[in-house]
T-cell receptor
Framework: QKEVEQNSGPLSVPEGAIASLNCTYS??????FFWYRQYSGKSPELIMF????GDKEDGRFTAQLNKASQYVSLLIRDSQPSDSATYLC???????????FGTGTLLAVQP | GAVVSQHPSWVICKSGTSVKIECRSL??????MFWYRQFPKQSLMLMAT?????????EQGVEKDKFLINHASLTLSTLTVTSAHPEDSSFYIC?????????????FGPGTRLTVL
């Protein structure tokens, strides 16, 4: 079982719709969870982090965390073509500074 | 700010040669830097953790004699790919942790694309 799992996609949504990206992790001791956006050929950029159960909103983005289910998600409201990218879920290992990345979900927002 | 630079942004080299990649934190001190490798359509894989003034900690399966890491100052870490071969062609990305930041805060460099002919 992979430590951090994501559906590779592509996830295709029409412009203006809500995109829902999901991630599960195996280490119950994980404390911090991150969503990165990576455009093709570029390095990842941090979108959001969350470490408490529940929702965290930042503009059009909402991160949701459920530690009991070992599940974290990212919602993108009013999706724009510029949101088209690969979204990487990352989990901080419980005892170290290491980030464990999922394989990413490719999001395609159709104009 | 928290800006991390990498140099070069891309490099092409012949098989058997060595290549050095620099990672610099431009506006903060980084006690810890991380080196990742990303193959096409795959996720980031941590290669090693570089701590200023001490030896790097390599992940399982990463050859420390092939991937030499030096973190000589609080703003610079270097990765040298020795005797590079075509299978080493990849996107190498560093990240840096601020000296005074909460434990999990990492800032990524723009990456270096290595092509070995």
């Amino acid at each position: 079982q992979k430590e951090v799992e994501q559906n590779s996609g592509p996830l295709s949504v029409p412009e203006g719709a809500i995109a829902s990206l999901n991630c599960t992790y195996s280490d119950r001791g994980s404390q911090s969870f991150f969503w990165y956006r990576q455009y093709s050929g570029k390095s990842p950029e941090l979108i959001m982090f969350i470490y408490s159960n529940g929702d965290k909103e930042d503009g059009r983005f909402t991160a949701q965390l459920n530690k009991a289910s070992q599940y974290v998600s990212l919602l993108i409201r009013d999706s724009q073509p510029s949101d088209s990218a690969t979204y990487l879920c990352a989990v901080k290992s419980g005892a170290t500074n290491k980030l464990i990345f999922g394989t990413g979900t490719l999001l395609a927002v159709q104009p | 700010g928290a800006v991390v630079s990498q140099h070069p942004s891309w490099v092409i080299c012949k098989s058997g040669t060595s290549v050095k990649i620099e990672c610099r934190s431009l506006d903060f001190q980084a006690t810890t830097m991380f080196w990742y490798r990303q193959f096409p359509k795959q996720s980031l894989m941590l290669m090693a953790t570089s701590n200023e003034g001490s030896k790097a900690t390599y992940e399982q399966g990463v050859e420390k004699d092939k991937f030499l890491i030096n973190h000589a100052s609080l703003t610079l870490s270097t990765l040298t790919v020795t005797s590079a071969h075509p299978e080493d062609s990849s996107f190498y990305i560093c990240s840096a942790k601020k000296r005074a930041a909460v434990q999990w805060e990492q800032f990524f460099g723009p990456g270096t694309r290595l092509t070995v002919l």
